[in-house]
């Protein structure tokens, strides 16, 4: 397993860890597979998406938090940070990406993200081989 660390500067925001991934997957000598990306925590997930246009994330995190809003009057959940919770579970805390040829195997415009709805903070992520060699 490979591991690194992304520094968040908002409350919500998308990092793009594709690259970061990538030499994740290289330091792991994985030719052929899969690599599950995981983040371990309650707060903060992983998703893959349009890296092309930055107003698909921008877009993306404006529904989240019209489904999810912060303090939100019926949360009981003393550190006020119940929507990042709920915005986690819907978005996912893993993803399993292809690797072929040593490198990961995404769509023409898809990029790996730190979906981040309780920042600024400094996350993990892990980089875990599930299949190949």
């Known amino acids: 397993m490979e591991r690194f660390e992304v520094r968040t500067r908002a409350r919500s ?8 991934v990538g030499v ?5 000598g994985l030719t052929e597979g899969a ?4 983040s371990p925590h309650t707060t903060a997930g992983i998703v893959v ?7 698909v994330a ?3 995190l404006l529904r989240l938090a019209e489904l999810a809003p912060h303090r939100h009057p019926g949360d009981r959940h003393a550190e006020g940070n119940s ?5 986690t579970a819907l978005v996912g805390n893993a993803q399993l990406v292809p690797v072929q040829g040593g ?5 023409t415009w ?4 730190l979906a981040e709805f309780d920042g600024p903070r400094t996350r993990q992520v892990w980089v875990v081989p599930v299949a190949g060699g």
């Open 58 to 60: 921008h877009d993306l």
């Open 24 to 28: 994740a997957v290289q330091a792991l």
């Open 13 to 20: 925001e998308m990092v793009r860890i594709t690259e970061q």
């Open 110 to 113: 898809q990029q790996i993200f």
């Open 103 to 107: 490198r990961l195997a995404l769509g």
């Open 83 to 87: 929507d990042a919770h709920l915005k």
């Open 35 to 38: 690599v599950l990306v995981y």
């Open 49 to 55: 998406q349009e890296g092309a246009d930055p107003d």
